[in-house]
């Protein structure tokens, strides 16, 4: 049974972030919701699925005409028969032999599971069929937002649905939605609504992000859980903020400010914590509620995993707090100067450090090609990849969050290029997977999909290359905005369109599983 499988799963997953958040500080749960079915499409599908064959319906010139699908004489119902006792999906005809939700039949050689869902036509003039096949006769053509009971989920890209009338059809299952799409175009949004996160100056610092990650999780308790995954060399804390339900069977990791002078990604993973918790019950990604999504997908978002680097390029010198630290920085500078490493300025050096307190490159400090790179000798702005992988409380605090979710996916939020990094060598069916996941994301974003042999000779040992190439995880990397980092705050606006709906995105790609 498919619908307590997923259930199960989430439990395995709520015990396991239950474990989690207990070594942590105190977060909430939130109840389970049901699971899901419905699957996503998009416009381009839509259009490219004309029917050759698509019939009486004379409008079928200007309308894009979806696949639907069909329908089977023997199974037509009386045409009275209203929906609720159809949707009883009896076996035999009298009623004796109920099929229970979740098992399997055979119809025309396709395999369905019983289902008593209602979903609805998300495109217009889908075909309904008279079989679970282009080849079957159509029977009538639906418009978008047109109610059904599916009574059988097939394994393959078709469902046997009833209308409310008790008729039979076959239809692909990519039009069909357990959300009417007709609610979901009423969704508008305004960043005039968002008046927690500050968009206005280019400084998000660190003392904000922490004040306005509480005030997110006081107005929005249900829907927010925050927590520290530990504490720097500097003092400051590495905040993880758990978006949805956390006991969900499907979890996404957003990382973002592993580089100090990236720290734009602070401000527009917080923005979208705030944008999903505002319009959590009201918003939609492609059809589906955020509230479902997030009921269904926790997004486990670490806005700043390097805060003290963040400050450090923020703010030089001034903001660190232990005078060891300081003198420890400046004397990379000097050695650097002296060298012939860096022709900076002392406040350049600075601001464009990418390390974290200790001199270590977060993203060089990962189990994945980690012995073959070189990169800079000692501690310093960037490049030095410490004295072992996972060595530094960011890195090793990511990594145990990674072991402890199981996410189904992973994003890095880097900066700068506009470009997505994804192909780390893998192969086969995952290789698949994540370069689907990279295309879902490209689509959205606007932004290049990087294939290895054209990548430069990208670095290893980065979080991502290790999620991928040594947890399984499929991982893409993120890189925003178009100048250098740190990116002005005029490149903002850009960045936030562009990256709106990417984390319902990915959640809602794992929504079932
Ligand atoms: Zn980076």
């Given amino acids: 049974m498919k619908i307590w499988k997923i259930r199960h799963m989430g439990g395995i997953r709520g015990t396991i972030a239950g474990l989690l958040l207990l070594l942590m500080t105190g977060m909430s749960g939130c109840a389970l919701g049901s699971s899901e079915e419905s699957g996503t499409q998009t416009p ?35 045409p009275e028969s209203p929906a609720a006792e159809s949707a009883g999906n009896t076996a035999a005809s009298d009623g004796s032999e109920e099929i229970e939700e979740g098992e399997q039949f055979e119809e025309f050689g396709v395999i369905f599971e019983t289902t008593h869902d209602i979903v609805y036509c ?47 059809y076959y239809a692909a299952s990519r039009y069909l939605s357990r959300y009417n799409p007709l609610e979901a175009e009423g969704f508008t949004w305004d960043l005039n609504d968002l008046q927690t996160v500050s968009t206005a100056r280019q400084l998000y610092d660190y003392e904000e992000m922490v004040s306005d990650l509480k005030e997110l999780e006081e107005a929005y308790p249900e829907h927010l859980s925050v927590s520290s995954l530990g504490t720097t060399v500097d003092g400051r804390d590495i905040f993880l903020a758990v978006l949805g339900n956390p006991d969900a069977s499907g979890a996404i990791i957003v990382q973002a400010a592993i580089h100090a002078r990236e720290y734009m990604t602070v401000l527009l993973t917080m923005k979208q914590l705030e944008y999903y918790l505002y319009y959590y019950d009201t918003g939609y990604y492609n059809g589906i509620p955020y509230s479902e999504i997030f009921e269904h997908t926790a997004v486990y978002v670490i806005p700043m995993l390097n805060p003290d680097g963040v400050t450090i390029s923020q703010k030089g010198l001034e903001g660190i707090r232990l005078e060891a630290v300081r003198e420890e920085i400046l004397s990379w500078y000097e050695r650097d100067s002296r060298n012939g490493v860096t022709s900076y300025s002392p406040s350049d050096y600075l601001k464009y450090f990418k390390a974290n307190a200790n001199g270590v490159d977060l993203n060089r400090n990962f189990d994945m090609g980690w012995e073959e790179f070189a990169g800079s000798a000692e501690p310093g702005a960037e490049k030095y990849k410490g004295e072992a992988p996972g060595s530094e409380k960011e890195s090793a605090a990511l990594i145990e969050l990674t072991d402890l979710v199981l996410p189904q996916a992973v994003i890095s939020y880097h900066a700068t290029g506009s470009i997505l990094y994804w192909d780390y060598g893998q192969t086969g069916e995952f290789r698949e997977e994540c370069e ?53 705050i005029e490149e903002f606006p850009a960045v936030w369109d562009r990256n709106r709906e990417v984390i319902a995105a990915v959640a809602a790609r794992y929504m079932e599983e």
Avoid at 457 to 478: K, L, N, Q
């Fill in 44 to 78: 381009q599908e839509q259009t490219q699925n004309q029917t050759q064959d698509s019939p009486d319906r004379t409008d079928s010139d200007e309308m894009p005409v979806t696949e639907g699908t069909a329908h089977s004489d023997a199974n037509s119902q009386e």
């Fill in 436 to 488: 689907s996941l990279t295309k879902l994301i490209s689509g959205i974003t606007g932004y290049q999909m990087i294939y290895k042999e054209n990548d430069g000779g990208v670095d290893a040992a980065g979080y991502s290359d290790w999620a991928a190439g040594v947890r399984g995880i499929p991982a893409v990397t993120i890189e925003i905005g178009t100048g250098r980092a740190p990116l002005s």
């Fill in 122 to 168: 998300t495109a217009d003039l889908v075909n309904l069929r008279s079989a679970p096949s282009y080849d079957g006769d159509v029977l009538r053509q639906a418009e978008k937002g047109e109610e059904f009971v599916r009574t059988g989920k097939g394994e393959g890209e078709w469902d046997r649905i009833e209308d409310g009338s008790g008729n039979l």
